[in-house]
């Protein structure tokens, strides 16, 4: 509850941000290249490939839905990590 929480708060603030960025004089290229950035720097779901569910027995991961081949990798990874501290 607290990842989706969390996932549309940014998404939301992002969009924000973008419409207040677009609606400035700043060329709407450099819009675009600040919001890429903003983003993929701070997706940690991506460059993690997801986040640990605590409380339950065993070691369980969530991604999102829309993970690239990539991301479950590295969700993949990160179970195996979480298995062998455990």
């Not at 060329?27 to 997801?50: C, T």
Request: aromatic share 2%; hydrophobic share 40%.
């Amino acid at each position: 509850m607290v990842l989706k929480l969390v996932e549309g708060l940014s998404m939301g603030l992002a969009g924000q941000l973008q419409t207040a960025l677009s609606n400035s004089s700043m060329p709407s290229e450099i819009v675009s290249k600040l919001m890429n950035k903003l983003i993929s720097e701070n997706n940690v779901v991506d460059s993690r490939g997801g986040g640990p569910i605590f409380g339950v027995n065993g070691v369980s991961i969530i991604g999102h839905g829309s993970a690239n081949a990539g991301t479950v990798q590295r969700a993949v990874e990160m179970a195996t990590m979480c298995y062998h501290r455990n």
